[in-house]
Structure formats: structure tokens, C-alpha cells
């Protein structure tokens, strides 16, 4: 039961846990790639808890869970830390997308 709550709790706290200025994950290529990595946990999670807590099924949920956690509570922050979008991407994209709107 702490598990859950927590796992709901950390996905709340996702906006002040993400130190990046940059909100959008498709200027930041190591953020998109853990969240992949994150559904694709989430998709092992919910395959799991749908068969006997038996096995390698617990090995497996184990380390999904864990990798689950950690991308909230370890992997978000250092990513936001570390990974630094390149201004002159954004600002492109940003005027890209103001030239289709005309």
C-alpha cells in the first residue's frame, strides 16, 4: 500500500522535481529516452500485476518498480541538471511554428 501511494505522490510531484528550464521533452533527446524507458516500465507493471505474484515475475516487477522510482526521484532531477537544449533549436522550432500559424 506505501508503494502505491508513493508511486501516485511521486507522479504528483513531477513539476518540482524536473530542474529543466525547458519544459517540452522534444528538445531534450536524454529526457526522451528515459521516458521511454519509463512506459516501457510502466507497461512490464501493469503486464506483471496481472499474474501471480510467483517466479521471475517478482524479479521482473522489482526492477521496474525500481527503475519506476528512480526516474522521479533520481533520474528527473540530474537529467534537468545535466541536460542543457540547445536555445537556437528552440528559438527555430518557435519561429517554424509561428510561420505555419500565418
Excluded: Q
Amino acid at each position: 500500500m506505501i508503494a502505491m501511494f508513493t508511486s501516485i505522490a511521486a507522479a504528483f510531484f513531477v513539476p518540482w522535481l524536473d530542474t529543466s528550464h525547458v519544459r517540452s521533452g522534444r528538445f531534450r533527446p536524454l529526457y526522451r529516452m528515459t521516458f521511454w524507458l519509463l512506459m516501457a516500465a510502466w507497461l512490464v507493471l501493469a503486464y506483471c500485476g496481472s499474474k501471480p505474484p510467483e517466479g521471475a515475475y517478482v524479479t521482473v516487477v522489482s526492477v521496474a518498480a525500481a527503475y519506476y522510482f528512480a526516474h522521479f526521484l533520481l533520474l528527473l532531477p540530474i537529467i534537468g541538471l545535466l541536460e542543457r537544449p540547445s536555445p537556437a533549436s528552440v528559438a527555430e522550432w518557435d519561429a517554424a511554428r509561428k510561420r505555419r500559424s500565418n
